[in-house]
């Protein structure tokens, strides 16, 4: 286990998938993360990487090949290194192998740079392609927090404020995981959404090109809370296990297949192209209260 501490923050990280394990604020006593109980769900916040969501089939087509790679991808569960540590950052590292290589043909480094400032937490996600060939790729975050924070409240207690007003509709998930062709209504030029156990009935809340680029879990009777903040995630899903005191917070660089998609990897919707050499860079950050 890896330890990142400054004066109000200590933050525990796995080498398993480079997965958070704690976000312990020393002011207020409370550790912000969820704890992984495998009665809802065993994680606490996965790599999404090299595909976010599920492949029709979990399968793709690239080159006249075919390839298995089951949901999210494998990061989550394959072993990182600690490849630098000073202060008050840390960046582990994946490299292709054999074994990803059977899924997925491209030769890459993943690094995840955690980094603390004061009360909050960033996170980089940095893929670097070492290949001789384009790179297609999705990644993204799914680091689920404790909800309620205080033992004294409920999930219903609890909203989340977006700092912008939104109008978008929500992408339904069909029972085989993928995103079904149109958008039910859900915003309505409004920028908060009440947590209810029930509203993750029916899975993740998915949405496209929200104009927020912050989202604040706050509860009116309490002075304890967070704000996530991201910056050009064109994705976003929120989500929680069905009566879990947990809530995900999800941007992604990437998306599930459509239910009408081809199945061809450049086709696929939320790829990101890498050429040789090149350099992909994205960051999220919690600060909690």
Known sequence: MIVLENNSLRVSISEKGAELQEIFNKETQLDY???GD???WGKKSPVLFPIVG??????FHHNGNNYSLNRHGFARDMDFKLTESKDARVCLSLDANQETLAHY???FRLNIIYELNKNQLSCTYEVINIDIKPMYFSIGAHPAFK???EAAFEFSNYQLVFNEKETEGKWPISEDGLIEEKPLPFFNNNNEITLTKELFYGDALVFKHLKSNSIELKNNHSKHGFVFSWKDFPFMGIWSAKNAPFVCIEP?????DSVNTTGELRQK???NLL??????NRTWSVTVY
Do not use: D, H, Q, R
């Open 33 to 35: 993360l969820w704890s």
């Open 38 to 40: 495998a009665t809802y």
């Open 54 to 59: 599920t492949l029709k089939n979990n399968s």
């Open 105 to 107: 043909p491209f030769i």
């Open 147 to 149: 909800v309620p924070l």
């Open 252 to 256: 992604w660089c990437g998306i599930a």
């Open 269 to 271: 919707e939320g790829m």
């Open 275 to 280: 050429v040789p050499g090149e350099t992909f």
